[in-house]
RNA sequence: GGAUCUAUAGUGUAGCGGUUUAUCACGUCUCCCUGUCACGGAGAAGACCACGGGUUCGAAUCCCGUUAGAUCCGCCA
C-alpha cells in the first residue's frame, strides 16, 4: 500500500495515528532546526514537519514527488485556512518517488503566468488547485448529466466519429481514406443525422456525450474539438424537449455547484433582436433597446432619412461618459458595421450633442418624453438602414456598460428559452437558406407560408440561454415526407443535392418516422458557467489556441511523406492539406 | 478574410528618446534561524529588452516589416 490517506483528509481524531501520506512537495518552511513542507496531492495540503537533518540529507525541493510515513499529531498553533490545520505530521521516513526540475511558473492559483507558457507546461498548469477544481466541475457535470438522463429512460448510444462529409453547415475537418484513395471521412460536427436515424430505428430516447469537430476559426469560448451532452427523443412536442433540458440543467447546477436555477423563461427570437440586440440575452440586469425611428420621423438630420433608428438609454451616466469613451464606445459599434453611434447626454432639460444642432427640437422633445428621459441620463444613438445592424451595435454596448456599471450580479443565473425562430434567411442574391438544418420543423400554424411566403414561418429551434451564454439548441425535426420535400424546394436543393449531401437520410424518412425532437448541450460552455471563467480553455484539459494549435504536444504536425503517399496525397509546397 | 492589443531575467512587471550598470515582486542559489503556514534575516546569481530593417549624434523606448500570443468582427446549419 502506497498511502494510507490523502492530503486533504487528516483531522483531529487521527491524533496519534501512523499514516502514509503521498503527493508533491508544495512549499518548503525551513526554519532551521525545524523544516516544515506542504505535501500537495488532489485532495488538498497537509503539513509535515520534517527533521532538517533528513530534509538535507534527500535535498527536497519544490515540486518533487515523494512518499511520508510519520504519525498524525496536534499543532502547537492552528491554521484556520487549512481543512488539515490543526494536526502535522511527524515525519519519520521520507521516499522521493521523484524529483523535479524548477517548474517554469509556481504551482499556485494565483498564477499570472502567460496562457501560452501554462499551456506548454499543462500538466503542471493542471496541478494548481484551481485547475483541479476546474476538471471536477466538468467530471461533475458529466456525471450527473447521464444520471439524470438514465433516471428518465434514456439510453446511451455512441455514432461513429468517421463519417460522410456534408458540405453544409461548419467546415468538416476531413481525415483521409487510404483504401479508398482520393475519398475522405469527416470527423462529425454534431450526431445530428444518426441521432434522427436512430428514433427512426424505434430507440425512442437517445443521449451521448458526443465529441464533435467543427474547422471554424477559434474564440475564447470556442474549440474546434468540443463535446455536447446530446439527445433526442420520439413522440414528443416542443414543451416535452424543454421539459427534460430544463430539468437536466436545474439537476446539474444542483447537483453540481449547489444552485437552484430559477424557472426558464420563454422568449420570442424577435423579441431578444429588438430589446437585447442579440440571440443570447443577458437577463440579468435590464437597459433594454428602443426603437425610437418614429420619434426621430423626419427630425431635419439627413443622416437618419429613411433609417431604423435604435437607442440605448444609460440612466444617470451622462457624466461618467468622457470623449475617450465616446471614442471607445464607436469602436466597438463600428465592429457591427454600422457608421457609429451618438451620445446624447441630457442636461437641465436638454439634448446636449454634436447631433443635436441637425435635430428639430420637436422631435428631440418626444423623443426624450418617449424613452422618459431625466438630468443625467446618456442616451446612445445609432441609425442604420439594416435594423439588425443597429440592435447588434447597441446590443454589444449595453452588455459593456451593464459590465462597467457593475449591473451583473455573478451569483444571479437568469435562464431562458429562446423560441420561434425564423426558418429561413434571405441570402443577398435574395434566395432562401435554413436558418438551422433543413431538417428542423416549422412551427404547425406557419406551415401555410411555406407556399405564400416562406420568410413568414418560423422554426420550432430553441435555443437555452443563461446569463447571456449560449447553452443549447434544438428543435423538433420534420416527419412528414411532404413538408420536407417543400423545405428542400425552397432552399432551392435538387434532387441530385439531396441525393449526394444526405440520400441515406432522406431514404430512411419514407419509412415511418415519429414526431421527434432534441437537442444538444455544449459541455465547455455549461462548464464554464459552472466554472463562473470566461475561457473555455480553463475547462479543456489540453485545449488548442486560437489557431487550433495545442503548445503542449506541438499539433498538428507534418509526416513523413511515406505516411501520406499511402493515402494517396501529395502535399503541395506551404500547404497542408487533408490532415487530420 | 479583417480589426485591435501585447511581446523586457524562470514567472509577472516598471521604464515610453539621453542620470539605465534596465526597476520592483515572486521564484532560484548561499549563509543564519525551534513553531512556521505569504515564515523571517543577510547576501548572490540570473535579461543579446521577440526577430529583421529604418529614423536619430544616441533606441528597450519612435517608425516599418516579420513571428508568436490574446481579444473581437466575419465564420460557427
Known amino acids: 500500500m502506497l498511502r494510507t490517506h490523502n492530503c486533504g483528509e487528516l483531522r483531529l481524531e487521527n491524533v496519534g495515528e501512523e499514516v502514509i501520506l503521498c503527493g508533491w512537495v508544495d512549499t518548503i518552511r525551513n526554519l532551521g532546526s525545524l523544516v516544515f513542507v506542504d505535501l500537495r496531492d488532489k485532495y488538498g495540503l497537509t503539513q509535515l514537519n520534517i527533521d532538517p537533518k533528513l530534509f538535507e540529507n534527500l535535498a527536497i525541493k519544490n515540486e518533487y514527488c515523494i512518499q511520508v510515513k510519520g504519525v498524525v499529531r ?52 493542471l496541478r494548481r488547485p484551481i485547475m483541479q477544481r476546474y476538471m471536477k466541475i466538468r467530471s461533475d457535470l458529466s456525471r450527473y448529466a447521464r444520471e439524470y438522463l438514465y433516471q428518465n429512460d434514456f439510453q446511451e448510444i455512441d455514432t461513429p466519429t468517421l463519417i460522410k462529409s456534408t458540405p453544409e453547415g461548419a467546415r468538416d475537418f476531413l481525415v483521409p481514406s487510404r483504401i479508398y484513395k482520393g475519398c475522405f471521412y469527416a470527423l462529425p460536427q454534431s450526431p445530428q443525422l444518426y441521432k434522427q436515424l436512430l428514433m427512426i430505428a424505434g430507440t425512442d430516447r437517445y443521449f451521448q456525450l458526443a465529441h464533435c469537430y467543427r474547422d471554424e ?131 437641465n432639460g436638454q439634448f446636449v450633442s454634436s ?35 443597429a440592435k447588434s451595435a447597441l446590443g454589444a454596448l449595453r452588455l459593456a456598460y451593464g459590465k462597467e456599471m457593475g449591473l451583473i450580479d455573478k451569483n444571479v443565473y437568469k435562464p431562458l428559452f429562446l423560441i420561434n425562430w425564423p426558418m429561413f434567411e434571405k441570402t443577398a442574391e435574395g434566395n432562401y437558406e435554413c436558418l ?93 458557467e459552472l466554472a463562473k471563467t470566461d475561457n473555455v480553455r480553463d475547462v479543456v484539459a489540453f485545449p488548442k489556441n486560437l489557431k487550433g494549435f495545442e503548445p503542449l504536444s506541438s499539433c498538428p504536425s507534418k509526416v513523413p511523406e511515406a505516411d501520406t503517399d499511402v493515402l494517396g496525397l501529395k502535399i503541395v509546397e506551404d500547404e497542408q492539406n487533408g490532415q487530420s
Do not use: W
Not at 78 to 103: D, M, R, W
Not at 461 to 475: F, P, Q, R
Open 74 to 125: 496536534k499543532r502547537q498553533e492552528i491554521n484556520p485556512h487549512l481543512p488539515t490545520g490543526e494536526i502535522e505530521l511527524a515525519v519519520s521516513n521520507i521516499t522521493v518517488f521523484s524529483k523535479s526540475k524548477l517548474p517554469p511558473f509556481e504551482i499556485k492559483d494565483d498564477t499570472n503566468a502567460l496562457e501560452d507558457t501554462r499551456m506548454e507546461y499543462r500538466y503542471l498548469d
Open 217 to 347: 476559426d477559434q474564440r475564447a469560448d470556442r474549440q474546434p474539438e468540443f463535446m455536447q451532452i446530446d439527445c433526442e427523443m420520439s413522440f414528443v412536442d416542443r414543451d416535452d424537449v424543454l421539459k427534460i433540458i430544463e430539468g437536466l440543467l436545474k439537476y446539474v447546477f444542483k447537483k453540481t455547484i449547489d444552485v437552484d436555477l430559477p424557472d426558464f423563461v420563454r422568449m420570442d427570437y424577435s423579441y431578444a433582436i429588438d430589446k437585447y440586440g442579440c440571440d443570447k440575452p443577458d437577463m440579468r440586469f435590464e437597459m433594454l433597446l428602443n426603437d425610437v425611428t418614429d420619434s426621430l420621423q423626419n427630425c431635419g438630420f439627413k443622416a437618419y432619412d429613411g433609417k431604423t433608428i435604435i437607442a440605448l438609454k444609460v440612466d444617470d451616466y451622462a457624466d461618467k461618459v468622457s470623449r475617450k469613451h465616446q471614442d471607445a464606445d464607436n469602436l466597438l459599434a463600428k465592429k457591427y458595421r454600422v457608421f457609429g453611434v451618438s451620445h446624447l447626454k441630457y442636461e
Open 355 to 389: 447631433i443635436v444642432k441637425n435635430i428639430n427640437q420637436e422631435n428631440l422633445e418626444k423623443l426624450a418624453a418617449r424613452l422618459d428621459v431625466k438630468d443625467n441620463d446618456l442616451l446612445i444613438i445609432c441609425a442604420d438602414s439594416d435594423a439588425t445592424r
Open 436 to 528: 438551422s438544418n433543413p431538417f428542423t420543423r416549422p412551427v404547425d400554424e406557419d406551415l401555410p407560408f411555406l407556399e405564400t411566403d416562406p420568410s413568414k414561418v418560423r422554426s420550432t429551434s430553441y435555443d437555452t440561454v443563461i446569463n447571456g451564454v449560449e447553452l443549447s439548441s434544438g428543435a423538433l425535426r420534420i416527419h412528414d415526407s411532404d413538408v420536407q420535400k417543400k423545405v428542400f424546394e425552397i432552399i432551392g436543393l435538387s434532387d441530385e443535392d439531396i441525393e449526394t449531401r444526405f440520400g441515406f437520410l432522406v431514404k430512411a424518412l419514407q419509412y415511418g418516422v415519429p414526431p421527434e425532437g432534441g437537442f444538444g448541450i455544449g459541455v465547455e460552455r455549461l462548464a464554464m
